[in-house]
């Protein structure tokens, strides 16, 4: 996940100084709303007009997956093995150097230098890069939320807006030149397109941008329930546990590939730009300031040759695997510099290498934020302009993701890139295109209110699978209840999760890039665990990581199947060691039965695990070398997407 230009579309605040005074809208939303014609178009689709997947894509189970052993205790040389890699990734955590050193001199005039400390900007564009936000957030989007405003309304064409934010940019060493270049003329035009056309000011705006740092503001416009069927909810059965030596599905999750075509080994790792390792980042200024063989934990993307390795790893290690849940995020961050033309090719070409390693084995994929160029840019269908419409990257997904899924699925794909697809008798995989519930996608603002009537969809997909006793996984890539998806969104999925607890026994997201779990509770009762999603690693060691993959074991075909995840592994490549000796090791991290002794993975036993978790000092520390291990300590404390 990426907000790189968010600090910069904002930063044009600076005028605010002069402005206040005579613009009290910039910091108050007020009675100031200017008029605006401009209405959503008409959308007439129906769930019911989109053919569903009646006859399953995968074939008689031929498998015999072996279970992780159950109840293993880490033997202590392997303990103590993996609080040595954690004390490494303590060791050599990366230092950031984001935008600019506070140190350097300004050359800037001392009432923008004031300006500058007063937002502390600096500060700014490391909490929109990590999406945790404070005050100090929101009151730089309300001030470039509101100068933004007023510059439309004063009349100010495109171009002299477009060239504002990028002389600010500059002048103030937000970014680069061509960085502050690319972002304002990539993200200039969808944001002055539709600030024109909403007539909500800076508090509201922010709100919804920025999430709870800049107050749970009421806007009607952003306040929407879906629809239920009248059909009564059944009561919910306690959960068994699955059977043992019933037969199970193995399942790799990955996430978050972000392949960079143009990585270049020893090349800048510790510039000053989003991303770095490539060859127009210079050369090191320092001998440890060359980009790795394998990777970098610096702000780097994955070498096409990590991922090679990976894959061929995988075919390798795991050949038995029966199909493949891919939950986005394929381009990298270099989300100054992209184009439509740019992520096609990187889309067709990890296509192509997943069909060219994994013959014959369904995969089932998920549309990440960045695949769209400019980044999180997302329109709902009734965007139809050539020049807006995302038309261009979801009938490329539709072409390219037919190479596993059935011809049904053309429908909802060119509409809103999500699908329903039949896997087995009684189990189907829904994947929705969690970017509708993103608060980065700026077209929402236009109108929040169920995008493309995917939440619809998703409830009349579910309330067909209910009647035809299906149990149904769903993946995407933005978790629900993420900072990054609007807090509207997920309570309306939170109330889909509730309300179909029985026929959804699993969920699996990426984005965050770390090896985490949600776990979702009655509303009614918030001591009954209704739900689990699972949240894998990401490929890309950006930033801090080992690049990581998840093994799911399914419940699968037999009489009494759940269709639950039995047991999960998480498999990570120690990039300092492979950069050292020129050779990845991939290696199983842990099994989750095994390692917390859980008696399975129903949503009560993930319950029980976070309470002994409270009671249980060892048991926590054990959580927490984990993911000291995966993530590196700077992970521990920071989100990055």
């Known amino acids: 996940m990426s907000q790189y230009y968010f600090p910069i579309v904002f930063i044009v605040l600076l005028e605010i ?32 007009a989109a053919p569903r997947s009646i006859y399953p894509l995968l074939q008689n189970q031929n498998n015999k997956h072996q279970l992780p052993p159950r109840y293993a205790v880490i033997e202590s040389d392997e303990d103590e093995q993996l609080l040595r890699r954690a004390h490494e990734a303590k060791e050599n955590a990366t230092a950031r150097t984001l935008f600019y050193s506070p140190k350097e001199e300004s050359h800037l005039p001392p009432l923008l230098t004031k300006t500058i400390k007063y937002f502390n900007l600096q500060q700014v564009a490391f909490e929109l890069e990590t999406s945790v936000m404070s005050q100090v957030s929101c009151t730089a989007c309300k001030a470039g939320a509101g100068l933004l405003q007023h510059y439309i309304r004063t009349g ?79 009561d919910p059965r306690e959960l068994g546990l699955p059977k043992e030596a019933a037969p199970v599905f193995k399942v790799l999750h990955l996430s978050d590939t972000h392949f960079d075509p143009y990585y270049a080994e020893g090349s800048n790792a510790d510039c000053n730009e989003p991303l770095c390792c490539r060859l127009t980042n210079g050369r090191p200024t320092t001998p440890n300031g060359a980009a790795g063989k394998w990777g970098d934990y610096r702000k780097c993307d994955t070498p096409k040759r990590t991922v090679d390795h990976m894959l061929n790893h995988i075919a390798d290690t795991h050949s038995d695997i029966d199909f493949i849940i891919w939950t986005g995020d394929l381009p990298p961050h270099d989300v100054w510099n992209q184009t439509k033309e740019e992520n096609l090719k990187v889309l067709k070409e990890t296509v192509t290498q997943m069909t060219e390693k994994f013959p014959g084995i369904p995969i089932f994929p998920a549309l990440g934020n960045h695949e769209s160029a400019p980044v999180n840019s997302f329109p709902p269908p009734y965007v139809q302009q050539v020049d807006s419409s995302i038309a261009w990257l979801y009938d490329e997904l539709d072409v390219q993701w037919r190479r596993w899924l059935p011809a049904s699925v053309s429908h909802t794909v060119r509409r809103g890139a999500f699908y329903s697809v039949l896997v087995r008798p009684g189990y189907r995989i829904i994947s929705l295109n969690m970017n509708y519930c993103n608060n980065k996608n700026w077209w929402l603002l236009l109108n929040s209110t169920d995008p493309a009537t995917e939440l619809q969809w998703f409830i009349y997909e579910l309330q067909s699978a209910e009647f035809a006793g299906e149990k149904v996984h769903v993946i995407g890539h933005i978790p629900p209840g993420h900072s990054d998806c609007l807090k509207v969104w997920s309570r309306n999925y939170y109330k889909i999760v509730s309300r179909f607890e029985s026929t959804i026994t699993a969920q699996f997201f990426g984005h965050t890039h770390f090896d985490e779990f949600e776990v979702f509770y009655d509303p009614h009762d918030l001591s009954r665990a209704t739900s689990i999603a699972y949240i894998g690693p990401s490929v890309t060691p950006y930033n801090d990581l080992n690049p990581g993959y998840r093994i799911y074991y399914i419940d699968g075909d037999h009489d009494e199947t759940t269709r639950l995840v039995v047991d999960h592994e998480s498999w990570i490549m120690n990039l300092k060691e492979a950069n050292l000796y020129d050779y990845p090791i991939w290696y199983k991290l842990y099994s989750t039965r095994a390692a917390y002794g859980m008696k399975g993975l129903r949503p009560a036993d993930w319950d029980q695990l976070i309470n002994n978790m409270t009671d249980s000092k060892e048991l926590f520390d054990l959580y927490y070398n984990i993911s000291y291990a995966i993530h590196g300590i700077t992970k521990i404390f920071w989100r990055k997407r």
């Open 17 to 48: 100084l002069r402005l206040a005074q005579s613009h009290p809208f910039l910091f108050n939303s007020g009675n100031h709303r200017p008029p605006v014609e401009w209405k959503t178009p008409e959308d007439n689709w129906t769930a019911e």
């Open 156 to 234: 100010k064409s495109k171009e002299e807006i477009i060239k504002m934010i990028y002389q600010y940019c500059v002048q103030l060493k937000i970014q680069s030149a061509r960085v502050c270049e690319g972002v304002s003329q990539l993200f200039g035009v969808e944001v002055i397109y539709v600030l024109k056309r909403i007539t909500i000011g800076p508090d509201e705006i922010c709100s919804f941008i920025i999430g709870d740092a800049c107050g749970d503001i009421y806007n009607p416009y952003h306040e929407w329930e879906v629809e239920f069927p009248p059909v009564p909810k059944p």
